[in-house]
């Protein structure tokens, strides 16, 4: 029997990716391994999002570069973004496929065990990016279900509608006969993907917009929760609130990225919204019956950001008051308008802009989560810190619990059960507590 190592970079999106990509694996006889050193097929899903996740996928390309009698295969972004250039510069490559050409992989391995030395899938012309055949989930209660592949939006920093193509929606009807299909089968939790996920716009005549295919998904029989990942501001409609509002289900809990709080910069990016138009979808968010957590993107040093735009940025946090940030410096992408920009903030002074807003962040993230303390919070049991002795959960709003049980169970008894969870600690990024019912 063959085998095959993988080892994924980047976003969820991704991580379903490799799910996509072992499932078809398996179906053709391949086992998985847990080392390069094992495997006769090792492949990299790797992300261009940013230079350094770039740096690291061909880090590791080198470190593999004497396997001998192993097919190296590079996929995703990455291989998408690069082409056939990833042989020149890395010779020991064999495979380089883009996430469109997933459901033909089987196609591809079959060139590569008929002796073919390079072998390449990087066409972006199909609307069957989906769903390969047989996808492989590694979470027992939590599934994701891609709904909308590619962008539009042509972000000035962006790679990804070149490494990932047009926006492409799936049909509400298979989305929800895949809901279903993983609720019958005990899966709890589904977590909705895209690029920019609330742009879908259902291709077949039902004619759904995201909002009606959230809250459909969400009344499926069986789905405890409903996450989606990732919204852009310019799409975000009040009736995705709405939803949230009306379906116990849909997690409230929403990730809409700013990158900046600066008007002036938000147009360099080309991101198609003001500030204001921004904050717009914050009073909605925050005007909900129910308390909705959010989370944000943000870049710090794009170019042309005077210290006034990166106030803004701050300002801006102080004003949301978000319960998570996901921050970075600005890194020149490949095929991306911002590269006529030029780089011209140094290297150190985005360093200090980005401490900064962490800093700033960090307080925010301590008094938003000790307010929390003593409240009791319902959350999803996902695994067992042995060092700690206590259990790890995460409540509707992604905050990780950490918490101890009136009764050590077994693992078995535990994971994937919803349980009351009593407040007891905050820190900046996860909370602490205790299970007083006996399970």
Known sequence: ??????????????????????????????????S??????????????????????????????????????VLGCVAQQEGEK????????????????YPKLGELLVQIE???????????????????????????????????????????????????????????????????????VGYSEIQLLGQNVNSYRDPSPAGWNFAQLLEAVGSV?????????????????????????RTETLCNMVHLPVQSGSTHVLAAMQRQYTRDEYMRRIEWLKGSKRSIALSTDIIVGFPGETEEDFQMTLDLLDQVEYDSIFSFKYSPRPNTGALSLGDHIPEEEKGRRLTMLQEK??????????ALVGTEQEVLVEGFNSSTGQWIGR?????????VAARQALREEMIGKYLPVRVTRAGPNSLAGECAIAV
């Open 221 to 245: 029989q069986g789905i405890r929760r409903v996450r989606f990942t990732t919204s852009h501001p310019r799409d975000f409609g009040k009736d995705i609130v709405d939803a949230i509002d």
């Open 86 to 101: 990833i042989f020149e510069k890395a010779p020991h490559v064999n495979l380089v496929v883009g996430s469109a050409s």
């Open 361 to 370: 962040q960090r307080a925010i993230q301590i008094r938003r989560n000790s």
């Open 395 to 403: 409540t509707s709003q992604n905050r990780v619990l950490n918490f």
């Open 36 to 73: 390069p050193d094992e495997a006769d097929l090792v492949l990299f899903n790797t992300c261009s999002i940013r230079d350094k996740a770039e740096q690291k996928v061909f880090q590791r390309l080198n470190e593999n570069k004497r396997a001998k009698g192993k097919v190296i295969g």
């Open 114 to 184: 008929r002796g073919d030395r390079r072998v390449t899938g990087l066409s972006l012309d199909s609307d069957d990016t989906f769903e390969t055949p047989m996808t492989r989930r590694d979470n027992p209660h939590r599934a994701y279900i891609t709904i909308i592949e590619g962008c539009d939006k042509s972000c000035a920093y962006c790679v990804v509608p070149f490494t990932r193509g047009h926006e492409r929606s799936r049909t509400s009807d298979s989305v929800m006969n895949e809901a279903r299909q993983l609720a019958a």
């Open 1 to 34: 029997m063959k085998s095959f190592y993988i080892e994924t970079f980047g976003c969820q999106m991704n991580v379903h990716d490799s799910e996509k990509v072992i499932g078809t694996l398996e179906r053709r006889g391949y086992a998985q391994v847990q």
